[in-house]
């Protein structure tokens, strides 16, 4: 099937690879034998579609490809992975291609050392990838795996990645350093072909939890503006060039020696002793530089406080990507606007116009005045010697004006976006090893199921006093998996949690860790 956004195709899944020793390479070949629930999962293929976006069910063992080529656009579509063996790609090649907007609902499952979304932007050109979440994990923990983004060698225009989030891959969040292969060999003696030099500009994102690296780039004029990273061994990895990191925040990553959260060169390749990675406002907390990369760090961690969270914008859920919104469950959204003047300076009248309300905050002058109408609200105020005046707002910033010289004062605008967790949407499966024992449990969280794959009919749910309880089994080289909204309240299983696997939310998880009931 073809439209407007690229070439679709469905294939049935021939690629059964077993992941960590306990999804077995069967899975992949349960076909109709997976009930579904709420919404059917179909074995033919097909969608549906709301208000918002495009929803691509995938069915067990099946895989979507989209190919995206020059001038096309990918967008507003979330693709549920969540049958065993379902598996998803897309790649966008050549030039002025976007893709936006596109969440992935599920455990990856399947396939090793895979690039789900692989991409390269011709010279000249530029391709865009903009909110995408592809969040919820892998089952498998084992290098290579797979890899969130892909930027093929021979990328030579200009990538811009702005607002994704990936977490829980084998590999990288964003592979995007084999554009700075250069003509030498790399230590080991392997040819790899030269790199097209592309730049990339990663922007506003998240990663977390991703075992190879997070940010990974290695041209000229590439850099990571606004991101955080948590995890895995490596928070940025610039491999080759002169690239920069800014305005980030990269924690817990790996304590083993040749990793950190920022490094810098590559292993004894002759060209990774040129690279430079200049850090600016940056908080960093290990780096491996003096173990096993020859590049040049220019610049030292931050004195502020480290951020862990996603940057305002990264999309939180597959919902909330696909419908290109911040989040896709209810929010509130609070604006704040601070004005600050610097120490001994004269003091200032200013006076600001929003179109929406406003209200003062903890450090607004009591004598500042707030006049609305009309839908609009303006404010008159006066700081100065150092002081602070703060207000909450909604609406848009129409128009500031002070009587002082800018250089006395400055004006920060920051937005924060709170989801209502009682509407968020979580992913559970439950999963037996290859050759391991048929696990029965029982689980209850406190909200409603919207989505199931089971690999047995006869599990069973119910909903009593607003918790949704489900109970089943899985036997050897099988899993269940279960989207909810909600928390987890409890769980229960027949077996030691030693001979099973539990993932929430991409996370592997034991009744014994506190993270769950017993």
């Known amino acids: 099937m073809r439209d407007s956004r690229g070439d679709r195709q469905w294939t049935g899944s021939d690629r059964h690879v077993s992941r960590r020793g306990y999804l077995s390479s069967a899975l992949g070949a349960l076909g109709l034998a997976v009930a579904g629930c709420g919404r059917s999962v179909r074995a033919d293929p097909g969608s549906t579609t709301d208000s918002n976006y495009e929803t691509i069910t995938v069915p067990p063992g099946g895989h979507f490809a989209v190919r995206v080529a020059d001038g096309g656009r990918f967008e507003n579509t979330l693709v549920d992975i969540t049958a065993p063996g379902a598996t998803w790609e897309v790649e966008a090649l050549g030039a002025d291609w976007q893709v936006r907007n596109l969440g992935i609902r599920g455990v990856w499952d399947s396939l090793e050392n895979a690039w789900p979304l692989s991409v390269a932007v011709d010279a000249g050109a530029v391709g865009r990838v903009e909110n995408f979440y592809f969040g919820d994990g892998a089952v498998d923990d084992t290098y290579p795996g797979v890899t969130g983004i892909y930027a093929r060698h021979y990328h030579a225009g200009r990538l811009q990645i702005d607002r994704v989030n990936i977490q829980g891959m084998a590999g990288n969040a964003v592979y995007a350093s084999t554009p700075g292969y250069p003509d030498d060999d790399d230590p080991v003696g392997k040819t790899r072909p030269t790199g097209g030099g592309g730049t990339v500009e990663i922007t506003d994102s998240f990663a977390s939890n991703c075992l190879s690296s997070h940010f990974r780039i290695g041209t000229d004029g590439s850099f990571v503006r606004n991101c955080v990273a948590r995890g895995g061994d490596r928070g940025v990895w610039a491999r080759f060039g002169d690239t920069r990191v800014v305005d980030s925040d990269l924690s817990r990553s790996s304590d083993h ?262």
């Open 257 to 518: 020696p040749a990793d950190g959260d920022i490094v810098c060169g590559t292993n004894n390749w002759e060209s990774g002793e040129d690279a430079t990675v200049t850090v600016e406002n940056t908080v960093y907390e290990t780096t491996g530089q003096d173990i096993e990369y020859a590049g040049t760090i220019l610049g030292t961690s931050a004195d502020r406080e480290l951020r862990t969270d996603p940057p305002t914008g990264a999309p939180t859920t597959p919902e909330a990507a696909a419908s290109g919104g911040d989040n896709g469950n209810a929010s509130t959204t609070t604006k704040h606007l601070r004005v600050e003047s610097v120490d001994s300076g004269p003091w200032i009248q200013y006076e600001f116009t929003v179109d929406g309300s406003v209200e003062k905050a903890a450090y607004a002058n009591p004598s500042d005045e707030i006049d609305g109408g009309d839908g609009r609200t303006t404010v008159t105020g006066m700081v100065g010697q150092g002081g602070t005046d703060d207000y909450r707002f909604d609406g848009s910033l129409l128009s500031w004006d002070a009587d002082a010289d800018h250089r006395n004062y400055r004006v920060v605008v920051t937005e924060t976006v709170t989801p209502d967790d009682s509407r968020r949407e979580s992913i559970l499966t439950v999963a037996s090893p290859t050759h391991g024992p048929t696990v029965r449990y029982d689980f209850t969280v406190d909200g409603t199921f919207v989505h199931c794959a089971s690999t047995e009919r006869s599990d069973g749910r119910s909903t009593v006093n607003e918790q949704a309880r489900a109970w089943g089994r899985v036997e050897s080289g099988t899993h269940d998996t279960y989207v909810f909204q909600g928390t987890l309240l409890d769980w229960w299983a027949d077996v030691d949690s030693m001979e099973y696997f539990l993932f929430l939310d991409g996370q592997e998880i034991t009744p014994d860790s506190g993270l769950v009931g017993g």
